[in-house]
C-alpha cells in the first residue's frame, strides 16, 4: 500500500523559491524582475525607529521600489546569509545575518535577522524584518558611536 503525503510539500518549497528568488534578484540589482514577484498592494514593514531611514511601512508596488533605490543608495551589502527557511503553507519566514556599510557613514553593521514573508497566489503580499536596529542606526547616523 502506498502512502499519500499529508501536507502540499510541493506549494511550500514554491514560496521558500519565491522568497530566495526576490534575495537573488536584489542582490544582482534586477529590480525589474524582482518587483514581478509582488502583490500590487504588498505591504513592506521594516520595524526601527524614525532615525532609521529605512524603517516604517511601504504600501504598493512604487513605494516598495522606492525603498529598494533607498537602500541601495544608503547600504553596501558585505554580506546576506540565509541560514534556514521555515515555511507552512503561504508565511515563510528566513532566519539569517548580513553585514552592511553605510555610504554616508562608511561604518559597518552586522546582525542577525528574520524576516516574515506571506505569499498569496503565488506572489509576496507581506513583508516583516526583525533586526537590531540600534546596529543599523548607529551604522547610519554619524553623532551615534
Not at 53 to 78: D, M, Y
Not at 79 to 98: C, N, R, T
Not at 112 to 121: E, G, I, L, N, Q
Request: aromatic share 12%.
Amino acid at each position: 500500500m502506498e502512502t499519500q503525503p499529508t501536507a502540499d510539500t510541493t506549494g511550500v518549497q514554491a514560496n521558500i523559491d519565491l522568497v530566495r528568488e526576490t534575495y537573488d534578484c536584489f542582490f544582482k540589482g534586477d529590480i525589474e524582475t524582482l518587483m514581478e514577484k509582488y502583490t500590487e498592494d504588498v505591504h513592506w514593514e521594516v520595524y526601527g525607529p524614525p532615525s532609521l531611514p529605512t524603517a516604517g511601512p511601504r504600501i504598493g508596488k512604487e513605494a516598495l521600489k522606492l525603498f529598494f533605490g533607498q537602500v541601495a543608495e544608503l547600504l553596501e551589502s558585505n554580506k546576506f546569509e540565509v541560514q534556514e527557511y521555515i515555511a507552512q503553507g503561504d508565511p515563510v519566514v528566513s532566519l539569517g545575518e548580513y553585514n552592511w556599510t553605510s555610504r554616508i557613514t562608511g561604518k559597518q553593521m552586522e546582525a542577525h535577522f528574520v524576516h516574515a514573508v506571506t505569499v498569496r497566489d503565488g506572489k509576496i503580499c507581506k513583508f516583516r524584518e526583525y533586526t537590531d536596529t540600534h546596529a543599523a542606526v548607529a551604522a547610519m547616523t554619524w553623532f551615534l558611536e
